[in-house]
């Protein structure tokens, strides 16, 4: 896994699949609950960016927090957010849902 700004992880659609699952992860989509509902990868929670600040709360800071969106850069936005609030392991799904219907069958 690359390291991006401000010792936020890039991670691939391939890694995320290897990987999915793990208990020591949280993994969210931060894209809007109707794209979630149109599909999304077992395993993650729906919490839309825009409501990503009042429910990090959510979240545990001493776990990994594994974010994904539509395309990346929704998740990276959300990534800044987590790293800003204290969340000290946070990692992007590069090209995210994109990425995954791409490789995923």
């Known amino acids: 896994m690359g390291k ?4 936020i992880k890039q991670s691939s659609t ?6 999915l699952n793990q208990k020591d992860k949280q993994y969210v989509d931060v894209r809007t ?4 509902k149109r599909g999304a990868v077992p395993g993650f929670q729906n919490i839309p960016l ?3 600040p009042k429910r990090m709360t ?3 800071k001493d776990k990994e927090v594994v974010v994904m969106c539509q ?3 929704r998740s990276m936005k959300a990534s800044s957010t987590l790293k800003k ?7 992007n799904i590069k090209g995210g849902m ?5 490789k995923v069958k």
């Not at 609030?85 to 990692?91: A, C, D, L, Q």
């Not at 994109?98 to 791409?102: C, E, M, R, T």
């Open 33 to 36: 609950p109707a794209e979630y």
């Open 58 to 60: 959510e979240l545990t």
């Open 50 to 52: 825009n409501e990503l």
């Open 4 to 7: 991006s700004q401000k010792g």
């Open 14 to 19: 391939e890694e995320l699949q290897k990987n």
């Open 85 to 91: 609030n204290g969340f000290g392991s946070v990692t």
């Open 71 to 73: 395309s990346g850069m």
């Open 98 to 102: 994109s990425a995954w219907k791409g």
